[in-house]
């Protein structure tokens, strides 16, 4: 940690700005982050909004805050076309349950666990508490009792539907009007609501329904909103600092969340509402329901570390797109190579606060604290890992301190390369000349001559880089 700790500023989507971090209680942080639907693999693309999630809890800790992180686990309620929050529409853990021959429960567990599993690749450091929606539904239902009787909630034959025209704040979150809500909503596929624009909080369990639970409303299951109400506002209090999820939670679940809590407990919950923007594949949304699916543990089959992949998350800020593709991986292998190289002096003691190291660092502090401006920060350790002003042990000394926040393992080996094949370092300065002389046609006929080498070659600011392909 640097020596005087920065101001955390963070963009607030309720607000819309960048803000003075304020907890509730000096130095301490709590943060609830919206987890995954158990019925199918994560996919990298869900794996990027929950390492925005790790980056924030790390660079909280690195700034010198205690943080009670709690990050839920979806294993009911969530339902296939949610948008319209229909009742046609199927469970999706249900549904994984009936395609694969499985108990809700077993695909719930197995795919927690590889859940898990493609966390612990990528560094993400353990949460606080993971909770379960099925472990909570007394809870939910003793949410939704209130809002009936708060004059919120309405029931319709056992499902019981939020009335948003009584709760005058819905769709500040997303800023949206109810009147303009009500006609994105497609009628023929509405149910029994009075409004298009109502949402279930508890849905009637219909005849072969598996997860049912017993209600006052009679046997039911949870809609997917009230169980982050519910697991939020028990496991972190009336009020806490921090909600995090992908930005297509934004609305309607966000939305929908912000109406039960605050409409139970008469006053804000959430201070911070941050949100973070997708990784896209060629152009697609990478959804679980699309086929376009990558796993964090296929990555080494594709020829990639997956801290490859942290280090690509970090290349662009949580708030932008980032597109997955291939060059943009092997640029991030070799920043991660590098940065491991520089940091693989040996070990001696150092004392971080030395004038040089020290403005390094708090260049780093400042950079993560700004809203975690990572490409800042990650500009920053390369500066460090090329910085004569520092010797080869202080380097490594700061670059293991960045790596609190960055979470590259910049302790482990650089990856040895493997050699060039015969012929190749002749035909790789043949291409070097021709690329000087401006002769593309010949330089990509030797791109090609190599590549049937089995070496593939990328043109990087600093020259020609290249990956020995295993043929
Ligand atoms: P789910 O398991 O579908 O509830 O989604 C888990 C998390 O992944 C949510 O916070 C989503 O917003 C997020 N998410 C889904 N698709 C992507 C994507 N392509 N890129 C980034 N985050 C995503
Ligand atoms: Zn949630």
């Given at each position: 940690?640097?020596?005087?700790?920065?101001?955390?500023?963070?963009?607030?989507s309720?607000?819309?700005?960048?803000?003075?971090?304020?907890?509730?209680?000096?130095?301490?942080?709590?943060?609830?982050?919206?987890?995954?639907?158990?019925?199918?693999?994560a996919?990298?693309?869900?794996?990027?909004?929950?390492?925005?999630?790790?980056?924030?809890?790390?660079?909280?800790?690195?700034?010198?805050?205690?943080?009670?992180?709690?990050?839920?686990?979806?294993?009911?309620?969530h339902?296939?076309?949610?948008?319209?929050d229909?009742?046609?529409?199927?469970?999706?853990?249900e549904?994984?349950?009936?395609?694969e021959?499985?108990?809700p429960?077993?695909?719930?567990?197995?795919?927690?666990?590889?859940?898990?599993?493609?966390?612990?690749?990528?560094?993400?450091?353990?949460?606080?508490?993971?909770?379960k929606?099925?472990?909570?539904?007394?809870?939910?239902?003793?949410?939704?009792?209130?809002?009936?009787?708060?004059?919120?909630?309405y029931?319709v034959?056992?499902?019981?539907?939020?009335?948003?025209?009584?709760?005058?704040?819905?769709?500040q979150?997303?800023?949206?009007?109810?009147?303009e809500?009500?006609?994105?909503?497609?009628?023929?596929?509405?149910?029994?609501?009075?409004?298009?624009?109502?949402?279930?909080?508890?849905?009637?369990?219909?005849?072969?329904?598996?997860?049912?639970?017993?209600?006052?409303?009679?046997?039911?299951?949870p809609g997917?909103?009230?169980?982050?109400?519910?697991?939020?506002?028990?496991?972190?209090?009336?009020?806490?600092?921090?909600?995090?999820?992908?930005?297509?939670?934004?609305?309607?679940?966000?939305?929908?969340?912000?109406?039960?809590?605050?409409?139970?407990l008469?006053?804000?919950?959430?201070?911070?509402?941050?949100?973070?923007?997708?990784?896209?594949?060629?152009?697609?949304?990478?959804?679980?329901?699309?086929g376009?699916?990558?796993?964090?543990?296929?990555?080494?089959?594709?020829?990639?570390?997956?801290?490859a992949?942290r280090?690509?998350?970090?290349?662009?800020?949580?708030?932008?797109?980032?597109?997955?593709?291939?060059?943009?991986?092997?640029?991030?292998?070799?920043?991660?190579?590098?940065?491991?190289?520089?940091?693989s002096?040996?070990?001696?003691?150092?004392?971080?606060?030395?004038?040089?190291?020290?403005?390094?660092?708090?260049?780093?502090?400042?950079?993560?604290a700004?809203?975690?401006?990572?490409?800042?920060?990650?500009?920053?350790?390369?500066?460090?890992?090329?910085?004569?002003?520092?010797?080869?042990?202080?380097?490594r000394a700061?670059?293991?301190?960045?790596?609190?926040?960055?979470?590259?393992s910049?302790?482990?080996?650089?990856?040895?390369?493997?050699?060039?094949?015969?012929?190749?370092a002749?035909?790789?300065?043949?291409?070097?000349?021709?690329?000087?002389a401006?002769d593309?046609?010949?330089?990509?006929?030797?791109?090609?001559?190599?590549?049937?080498?089995?070496?593939?070659?990328?043109?990087?600011?600093?020259?020609?880089?290249?990956?020995?392909?295993?043929?």
């Amino acid at each position: 940690m640097a020596d005087s700790l920065p101001q955390v500023r963070l963009y607030n989507s309720l607000t819309r700005r960048t803000e003075p971090l304020q907890p509730l209680q000096p130095g301490k942080v709590s943060v609830y982050t919206c987890g995954s639907t158990v019925y199918k693999y994560a996919h990298i693309g869900n794996l990027r909004t929950y390492l925005f999630g790790d980056l924030l809890h790390r660079t909280l800790e690195y700034t010198g805050y205690e943080v009670r992180y709690v990050k839920n686990i979806t294993d009911v309620g969530h339902m296939r076309n949610d948008d319209h929050d229909s009742l046609a529409g199927e469970d999706k853990v249900e549904q994984a349950a009936t395609l694969e021959g499985k108990s809700p429960a077993e695909i719930a567990d197995f795919y927690t666990d590889a859940w898990l599993e493609d966390e612990a690749l990528l560094n993400i450091l353990p949460v606080d508490v993971m909770p379960k929606a099925t472990d909570h539904i007394p809870e939910m239902i003793a949410l939704t009792v209130q809002l009936i009787s708060n004059g919120l909630a309405y029931d319709v034959d056992g499902t019981i539907y939020f009335d948003v025209s009584a709760f005058p704040a819905y769709g500040q979150l997303s800023g949206q009007k109810v009147d303009e809500m009500r006609a994105g909503h497609r009628v023929e596929i509405e149910d029994d609501k009075r409004d298009p624009a109502d949402f279930a909080l508890w849905k009637r369990a219909r005849e072969h329904r598996l997860m049912k639970w017993p209600s006052p409303w009679g046997d039911g299951f949870p809609g997917w909103h009230i169980e982050c109400s519910a697991m939020s506002i028990k496991h972190l209090g009336e009020r806490f600092d921090i909600h995090t999820g992908g930005i297509d939670l934004k609305f309607p679940h966000h939305e929908d969340e912000i109406a039960q809590s605050e409409g139970v407990l008469g006053h804000p919950v959430v201070s911070v509402w941050m949100h973070g923007e997708f990784l896209t594949l060629a152009d697609a949304k990478m959804a679980k329901s699309a086929g376009n699916i990558i796993r964090v543990a296929d990555l080494p089959a594709k020829g990639y570390e997956p801290l490859a992949f942290r280090y690509l998350a970090l290349t662009a800020h949580y708030r932008s797109k980032l597109e997955f593709t291939d060059d943009a991986m092997h640029a991030a292998a070799s920043g991660l190579a590098r940065l491991r190289r520089a940091a693989s002096a040996n070990d001696e003691p150092i004392d971080l606060s030395d004038e040089a190291m020290a403005r390094y660092r708090s260049r780093f502090a400042d950079a993560v604290a700004d809203d975690l401006a990572t490409p800042k920060a990650l500009a920053t350790a390369h500066e460090v890992a090329s910085a004569s002003d520092l010797t080869d042990a202080q380097r490594r000394a700061v670059l293991l301190d960045f790596d609190r926040v960055l979470g590259l393992s910049l302790d482990a080996p650089a990856a040895a390369k493997a050699p060039l094949p015969e012929g190749a370092a002749e035909l790789l300065e043949r291409r070097a000349a021709a690329r000087e002389a401006r002769d593309f046609a010949a330089s990509d006929a030797l791109r090609d001559e190599l590549a049937a080498l089995g070496v593939e070659v990328r043109d990087a600011a600093t020259g020609q880089e290249t990956t020995v392909l295993s043929m």
